[in-house]
């Protein structure tokens, strides 16, 4: 670099960089933000609008009168709730979630400290084994496992999906879990060892504790995952609705009622407001968890 | 959730070692296990059952998705401390990685094999047909046009996303103290379901009678600048950029915020030095900027090819893979439940896994320098 030697130009380039960082630059930001929020606010402010007011005019019109009372409702929540079985299919949601992301994390905590800290044969190999079938699509699993669900009763089952959930997220937990695990001081677990603790005391009292804040990251990618997730509730639990999450039964409301939006329109925010709700009390955790996350098959 | 367990889970191992002692310590250490399985079992055989009540269930369920996997752990490894000293701690490891590895085993790579077999058979998995489905899945007209749909869509979703990323990143940057805001804005639809977001974007695209007001934002702008209304969805073969652009407004955020952490990471003294050799801010991005977090950029794009190759709600939800719209995952899956052709299904999730070969390679690869 050449520094010092075109002072003469630094002028120029310092009114390039008040331009540029100063006023066109915010209100590039603020429309690309607009963009970003406008579809999202269209369905909110529609949820909100009585059934033949969403078909006859646009959402934006409410804005010309909005503090009329009738021009909002609650009764289309009220509806897909209790006639189209959201209510139910949230509950389900719920169900299918929590061992989702309870059971991988554990059993990913267990395998990743043994990774990490124990010795045995052929440890590495597993490994390298594991990281590789992280990236491997879930697509290549479900024939075969519908067919062994199928044999074991098992298909239409909470059961089965956890197992499917606990399965599919096993390799990214695995991987994040050993990435923290295996940087945590020497001194410290080899201290527990020589004071006679057993590995499984030292993996509950030190190795855990120590590692709540990856286990935090990945239970919110795996939440969401799950939450959000469509092709596994699908497959393995159906669109039955005993059984049917939330996104299978709003998938199967937009096939048999494409256009009776007040249905669609609080639907979809119904399915949202779990995962909204995570994310701005949770979003450091949320983002990292998500990065590390992201090449997950 | 697992670190809040330890006060009432960890103390009972060492409460077993104390009371007992010898052959009372084996005796424990063998009916504690049974009855442990015994439990398992019948929660097993309880959750199965689709008539039980559903709160039930639920209860069974988060009991044993919790406290049951720990209890698992917990009795196994009292049961290898009865085993004679000498091959004790060969065998405890495997307590440990030994369910991760059963599971991998049962639910990723044994499927994996038998999805590489099967698609070398027919549609009902019993007669030997070669390389059928291989040319059904490469050459047939139905699916050159799902190939060239995902073709369009890792072309067109990763080169959007990964631009857009980047310079939404940078011009952030430079806003000041508004700027965790605007992130949260554009990050936001991460957040929320492929589902919930093809539902807002249908609403988007929603199509009305010429002579009806147009309640879709896009129609709506269109007519007032014109035009006629359209109906985007079956707009051949526009309508395969309407929905990509749902992933598009997905995904952007996500890569903003990646890109914008290695934004922040470029030295000041190196932007300070192109500044005074007199760059502008356009040669200083494209000079300085990208170039120091080229990593960066390649990750983030790796990781989106991933996820636009396996696209499927959107296009599920949105079309049904209908109006020349199908991708490839949409097609397996239809090949699996509206076809029950499991050849062909089969063949469709190996080209999926082909596909991703490459990015996992990078990936071992990549993992084995860092640990270097």
């Known amino acids: ?55 006859g005019s646009g959402w934006w019109t409410v804005f010309s009168h909005p503090f009329e009372a009738s021009v909002w409702t609650l009764e289309n929540y009220e509806q897909v709730l209790t006639t189209h079985g959201l209510a139910n299919a949230f509950l389900n949601s719920v169900l299918v979630t929590i061992p989702s992301v309870v059971i991988p994390i554990t059993i990913a905590a267990f395998a990743a400290y043994a990774f990490a800290w124990l010795e045995f044969p052929g440890r590495k190999l597993l490994f390298v084994i594991v990281v590789g079938l992280m990236v491997v699509p879930l697509q290549m699993s479900l024939i075969p496992l519908l067919r062994l669900y199928t044999q074991m009763d098992l298909n239409g089952t909470f059961l089965g999906v956890w197992l499917a959930h606990t399965g599919f997220g096993l390799p990214l937990a695995v991987f994040l879990l050993f990435g923290y695990i295996s ?6 677990i080899e201290s527990a060892r020589v004071d006679g603790s057993s590995p499984l005391t030292t993996f509950t009292r030190l190795v855990l504790p120590l590692s709540v804040p990856i286990i935090a990251s990945f239970a919110i990618f795996q939440f969401l995952w799950v939450w959000n997730d469509l092709l596994v509730a699908l497959i393995f639990l159906g669109t039955r609705e005993e059984v049917a999450v939330i996104t299978a039964r709003l998938a199967a409301l937009v096939g048999r009622r494409g256009e009776q939006w007040h249905v669609l329109t609080a639907g979809a925010f119904v399915s949202m407001a779990v995962p909204l709700f995570v994310f701005f009390l949770l979003q450091r955790y949320f983002v990292r968890g998500l990065t590390a996350g992201s090449v997950k098959g | 959730m697992a670190a809040t367990l330890l006060p009432a889970e960890a103390p009972r191992p060492r409460i077993l070692t104390r009371l007992a002692a010898g052959p009372l310590r084996i005796l424990i250490s063998l009916i504690v296990p049974a009855i442990t399985f015994l439990v398992l079992r019948w929660a097993f055989i309880f959750m199965r059952d689709t008539e039980a009540d559903r709160i039930a269930i639920a209860i069974v369920a988060l009991l044993i998705g919790v406290v049951g996997v720990w209890a698992l752990y917990l009795v196994t490894d009292n049961l290898v401390s009865i085993l004679p000293a000498g091959i004790r701690e060969t065998v405890r490891p495997f307590v440990f990685v030994g369910p991760a590895l059963v599971i991998l085993a049962v639910y990723l790579v044994y499927p994996a094999v038998l999805t590489v077999y099967l698609s070398f058979f027919g549609p009902r998995s019993e007669e030997f047909v070669g390389l059928e489905n291989y040319l059904f899945a490469l050459a047939s007209k139905d699916m050159v046009l799902a190939l060239r749909n995902n073709v369009i869509w890792l072309i067109f979703v990763t080169s959007l996303v990964v631009s857009l990323g980047l310079i939404i990143a940078v011009l952030v940057d430079r806003i000041g103290r508004w700027e965790p805001i605007a992130k949260s804005v554009i990050f936001l639809p991460m957040a929320i379901s492929a589902v919930g977001a093809s539902i807002i974007w249908k609403f988007v695209y929603s199509f009305q009678p010429i002579q009806r007001p147009q309640i879709g934002l896009l129609n709506a702008v269109y007519t007032a600048l014109g035009g006629e209304p359209q109906g985007w969805l079956i707009l051949k073969p526009w309508n395969n950029f309407f929905l990509l652009l749902i992933m598009v407004w997905i995904l952007t955020g996500f890569a903003m915020v990646v890109l914008s952490a290695a934004v922040k990471g470029v030295p000041a003294e190196l932007l300070e030095a192109a500044r005074m050799d007199g760059a502008n801010e356009i040669r200083i991005f494209l000079g300085v900027i990208v170039p120091y977090i080229r990593g960066t950029i390649i990750t983030i794009t790796t990781t989106v090819l991933i996820m636009v190759l396996k696209v499927f709600d959107i296009v599920f939800v949105m079309t049904g893979g209908q109006f020349e719209t199908e991708v490839i995952a949409n097609r397996m899956y239809r090949e699996m439940f509206t076809f029950g052709n499991f050849g062909h299904s089969s063949a469709l999730a190996v080209i999926l896994l082909v596909a991703v070969i490459p990015v996992m390679i990078y990936n071992i690869r990549s993992l084995e320098a860092s640990r270097r």
């Open chain 1, 1 to 55: 670099m050449r520094v010092g030697y075109q002072t003469r130009r630094s002028s120029s380039g310092d009114r390039w960089r008040r331009i540029v960082s100063g006023a066109p630059v915010r209100i590039v930001v603020v429309l690309i933000a607009l963009i970003w929020t406008l579809p999202s606010a269209g369905l909110l402010v529609s949820s909100l609008r009585p059934a033949t007011d969403i078909t």
């Open chain 1, 183 to 188: 940087t945590l001081p020497v001194e410290i």
